[in-house]
């Protein structure tokens, strides 16, 4: 079998006024995160990491944040028609392992609910889906919540 280990990172900035959506999900807090789409960093950072583990390249290019058509567009239809090209390729995923970084809220508990989207989007099992979370210990932008990180690794195979 012919494997591809993939890597992805995201960043945004948090705002009020905003809302806040990690995997899928609308997560209560008081600020969200800015961008051009839905600003979902896990499902960006998910994007790339399949995305880079197939060498097609990043998010930026298939979705450019100069396109109107992805003007608060939700994170969940990218990371679908990631899968789709993904499919189209030949390639099929066999695990994706994320970190997710913020202050707060605390997003654990959303945790399984987020791992159930992406395992229904992608087409895999949950237990194919890992979402950790972690602080800054208040330190860097993060810790003082002006922004927010992910990171993602992901494992295809040729099918």
Partial sequence: MNFRIGYGYDVHQLVEGRELWLGGVKIPHYKGALGHSDADVLL??????????????????????????????????????????????????????????????????????MRSIIAGILEIEIDQVSIKATTKESLGFVGREEGLEASAVALLFKV
Avoid: Y
């Fill in 44 to 113: 960006h950072a998910l994007c790339d990491a399949l995305l880079g583990a197939a060498a097609l390249g990043d998010i930026g290019k298939h979705f450019p944040d100069t396109s109107k058509e992805f003007k608060n567009i939700d994170s969940k239809i990218l990371l679908k028609r990631v899968a789709e090209l993904l499919k189209e390729k030949g390639w099929k995923v066999g695990n994706v392992d994320s970190t997710l970084c913020l202050q707060k809220p605390k997003i654990m508990p959303f945790a399984d609910e």
